[in-house]
Each structure stands twice: as structure tokens, then as C-alpha cells.
């Protein structure tokens, strides 16, 4: 017969793993895919992590980044007279782009 303690230890250890997988790996595995996302140039999808802990402000930084770079790379593009390439239009305020890429006012 198995001691009690036993089953004890083995409910906080199975407890612990899926706290840490749950709240801890899963959002950090999450985060990465799309940072990986964001170095090839897609800057489409933000992160949804609802999360109101460390790493959910992680999170929320990570989007305010992107959509600064949302940003730039419109400005850039409109400052240098190039498309933006196709399908990578982000830009949702009183300039938005066409199906080539190139800016223009609403």
C-alpha cells in the first residue's frame, strides 16, 4: 500500500507541473513563435496573452513594438516613395495602401 504523504507529493508535483506549463511555458512558447514572426516580417498577428502577471505585460509591450514598427515601416515607405510588399499593409489610420503596396489617403 502506497503512504498517504506519497500521493500527497505526487498531487502537488503533477499540480506544480501544470501551473508552470499552463501559466509560465505555454505563454513563453507562444511569445517566441511570433517574435519569430516579426524577424521574417510579419507584423500582422498580435499576441494574445491574457495573463495579468509578467508575462502578460511582456505581452503587451510586445504589441506596442510591433505596432510602432507598423508604423515606421509606413512611414518609411511613404518618406522613400516605395511599396510596401504586398499582403503587408497594416496601416489602419487616414492612409491605408493598395493590392501593390502603395500608400495613399482614404
Not at 28 to 35: F, G, H, M, N, V
Not at 56 to 67: D, T
Not at 81 to 98: L, M, Q, W
Request: with cysteine; glycine share 8%; charged share 15%.
Amino acid at each position: 500500500m502506497v503512504p498517504l504523504a506519497a500521493w500527497g507529493t505526487t498531487l502537488v508535483l503533477a499540480g506544480t507541473w501544470y501551473f508552470t506549463q499552463r501559466v509560465i511555458i505555454e505563454p513563453i512558447k507562444l511569445l517566441t513563435a511570433e517574435t519569430q514572426k516579426v524577424t521574417s516580417g510579419d507584423l500582422s498577428t498580435p499576441v494574445e496573452i491574457e495573463s495579468k502577471n509578467e508575462i502578460g505585460e511582456l505581452a503587451q509591450s510586445f504589441n506596442q513594438m510591433v505596432e510602432w514598427l507598423q508604423v515606421l515601416t509606413h512611414q518609411i515607405s511613404r518618406a522613400t516613395g516605395t511599396a510596401v510588399p504586398p499582403g503587408k499593409c497594416y496601416f489602419s489610420g487616414p492612409e491605408t495602401c493598395d493590392e501593390t503596396g502603395i500608400i495613399y489617403n482614404k
